[in-house]
Nanobody, 127 residues
Framework: QVQLLESGGGLVQTGGSLKLSCAVS????????MGWFRQRPGKDREFVAA????????FYSDSVKNRFFIARDDVKNAVDLHMNACQLEDTAIYYC????????????????????WGQGTQVTVSP
């Protein structure tokens, strides 16, 4: 059983930066690719960023590409999402997710590929 706990959400001004962290526990002996999704007010949940188990491969949605950066911290057993140049449209609840991965360098961008989900953390971008 894998448990995911997001932290780091809060209020940030337009153009500012914020770091979200996802602490991963359990799941020893299995390979997991990780991802971040978000749900903006009145919208469906959408993909934000993903990273492979090896940490060498990553993928971003067009809306956050070149602004957000996903990274694994194997020492802390966590996955971070570095949010830069935040925009009003980034206001959302951000969810961390884990997917079983047979290959070390595979990442996933579809929510149905993810088996475990965190509870989410709110990010609000102010003008």
């Amino acid at each position: 059983q894998v448990q995911l706990l997001e932290s780091g959400g809060g209020l940030v001004q337009t153009g500012g930066s914020l770091k979200l962290s996802c602490a991963v526990s359990g799941g020893a002996g299995r390979q997991y690719a990780m991802g971040w999704f978000r749900q903006r007010p009145g919208k469906d949940r959408e993909f934000v960023a993903a990273i492979s188990f090896s940490g060498t491969e990553s993928f971003y949605s067009d809306s956050v590409k070149n602004r957000f950066f996903i990274a694994r911290d194997d020492v802390k057993n966590a996955v971070d999402l570095h949010m830069n140049a935040c925009q009003l449209e980034d206001t959302a609840i951000y969810y961390c997710a884990a997917a079983y991965s047979r290959r070390r360098d595979t990442f996933y961008s579809k929510s149905h590929d993810y088996y475990y989900w965190g509870q989410g953390t709110q990010v609000t971008v102010s003008p």
